[in-house]
């Protein structure tokens, strides 16, 4: 098992990010955006920049969080699927250059306005993933679906949907702890009135986790935010609704040894205003140094 995390919500720069994972004495970085841009937009120049101070801190990068296919992007417009073959295209490149096996992305926008099991809209969704599966299945790289704002984290039901059409080794999932406790739960229909457990979405796909994204928090209710989501305050890893200490005890249980990646929504979020100067989040060295202390208690309590 190893640790890793959205080290842009640790620091702008690649340089506070690697700063900031040292400090945590981690090895990785799932990284995302470097100076405001996803590692998939980066220029070319800048991108060799990031390799190379990389390289030199003996830093790397376990997985790319990519914007394919993610919640901002519509599964009706054709553009928006376009952009994300553009976006896994660079992303693959850039993989293979990384020494990276893994690329997050997504389902595109859940649309909730439609019902929960639209023939039309699953059968299009499951079309433009099924591409962007095959595009990382040739280039022996993992699709790592995400349970975020999109149409196969509408539910588990949902998500199972999605693994049953796409019978690809090289699609599997990363499981947020705590997606769930903010959005809405449509595996028994088009009824926005509660929101998902994390437990009970993670011991209905748990056979299928490959990575686990760490995030925690309470929720605030069925109000929707602007792009979708409901509600939440985010809370350090164990302290919140996203049933964390007893989804990684399960995890260790059953003999989990992939990578625990930190994405704390405290003080930095990267879809929301954040601060645009380079000092280092105390919450996100926070946050790592509470889930390595988590991780400890539990393993000590399995023996």
Not at 80 to 99: H, N
Not at 183 to 203: I, K, P, V
Not at 206 to 218: E, M, P
Request: aromatic content about 10%; hydrophobic content about 40%.
């Amino acid at each position: 098992m190893y640790y890793t995390g959205f080290a842009d919500e640790a620091a702008v720069s690649i340089d506070g990010q690697i700063a900031a994972t040292k400090e945590l004495g981690w090895q990785f970085i799932e990284s995302r955006n470097v100076s405001g841009l996803a590692l998939h937009d980066l220029p070319d120049c800048k991108f060799e920049e990031v390799c190379a101070k990389l390289d030199a801190a003996g830093i790397r990068i376990n997985c790319i969080g990519s914007e394919v296919a993610n919640w901002k992007r519509d599964p009706f417009l054709e553009a928006d699927y376009l952009l994300s073959i553009a976006q896994l295209e660079r992303s693959i490149r850039r993989a293979k250059i990384l020494g990276c096996k893994m690329i997050r992305g997504m389902s595109f926008r859940a649309q909730l306005d439609l019902p929960a099991f639209d023939e039309n809209l699953e059968k299009n969704v499951i079309r433009k993933v099924k591409y962007l599966v095959s595009m990382c299945e040739d280039a022996g790289i993992l699709y790592l679906h995400e349970n975020c704002n999109n149409n196969a984290g509408m539910s588990w039901k949902h998500t199972l949907r999605l693994l049953e059409a796409i019978d690809s080794p090289a699609l599997k999932l990363v499981f947020d702890t705590g997606n769930p406790v903010m959005l809405f739960d449509r595996s028994e229909g088009d009824a926005l009135t509660h929101m998902q457990n994390s437990w009970e979405y993670y011991s209905k796909v748990k056979q299928f986790v490959h990575y686990v994204h760490i995030k925690d928090g309470v929720s605030l209710g069925n109000e929707r935010t602007e792009n979708g989501f409901g509600k939440m305050r985010y809370s350090f890893p164990g302290e919140g609704d996203g049933h964390v200490r007893e989804i990684l005890t399960d995890l260790f249980k059953n003999g989990f040894d992939g990578g625990l990646s930190i994405e704390p929504h405290m003080g930095r979020v990267f879809h929301e205003p954040s601060p645009s100067d380079d000092s280092v989040n105390t919450n996100y060295m926070e946050y790592g140094r509470r889930l390595m202390a988590l991780v400890n208690e539990i393993k000590a309590s399995l023996k």
